[in-house]
């Protein structure tokens, strides 16, 4: 289905069972066995990073989307990959909700970069963002630089240059 069909069934579940899943979380379940078996094991929900592909091999790519944007904005991109690749898109949807403190870029990187643990230092990083999500993704590449981590490409895109005038134009 589409996600307004999502949202739908999600508000469902949420009226019905008293169980509430963000989309990024529901669209990261590719079944509803995976879904009822993650809401069994009371495995939290929010989660800084969706995996849309889990290749062992190529580069990890953590793509940003922007404000209201989430991480399925990136499927296609994902999907149509040529190479090999782990693939992981920032639930903003995720990080605002389960947030005990006002959300800014800082705590979004924090959030992404503490969930990095796993990936294997000698995996090329490629970091992407789009509008807002470009402004998270410098602070993500200015962040994991600063550890001493390379990041090997970066792709940032912005609809509108910081220093446009749109009624002046």
Do not use: K
């Not at 995976?34 to 009371?42: E, P, T």
């Not at 990136?74 to 947030?99: N, W």
């Not at 550890?147 to 009624?167: H, Q, T, Y």
């Amino acid at each position: 289905g589409d996600s307004l069909t999502a949202m739908d069934m999600l508000l469902r579940v949420e009226r019905q069972f008293g169980l509430r899943v963000s989309l990024d979380a529901f669209g990261s379940r590719p079944t509803i066995a995976a879904l009822v078996g993650v809401l069994g094991a009371g495995e939290p929900q929010a989660r800084a990073m969706v995996r849309l592909r889990g290749d062992s091999d190529g580069p990890v790519c953590i793509f940003v989307p922007g404000i209201g944007g989430h991480a399925w904005v990136f499927s296609e991109v994902a999907r149509r990959m040529s190479v090999p690749c782990d693939f992981r898109v920032v639930s903003l949807i995720d990080i605002v909700d389960s947030a005990r403190e006002r959300v800014t870029r800082r705590t979004i990187a924090d959030a992404v970069l503490a969930e990095l643990h796993d990936v294997h230092p000698e995996r090329p990083l490629i970091v992407g963002g789009f509008s807002f999500g470009g402004l998270v993704g410098a602070d993500l590449v200015a962040e994991i630089t600063r550890r001493g981590r390379e990041v090997r490409r970066v792709l940032l895109i912005d609809p509108a240059p910081l220093d446009s005038d749109p009624w002046h134009t």
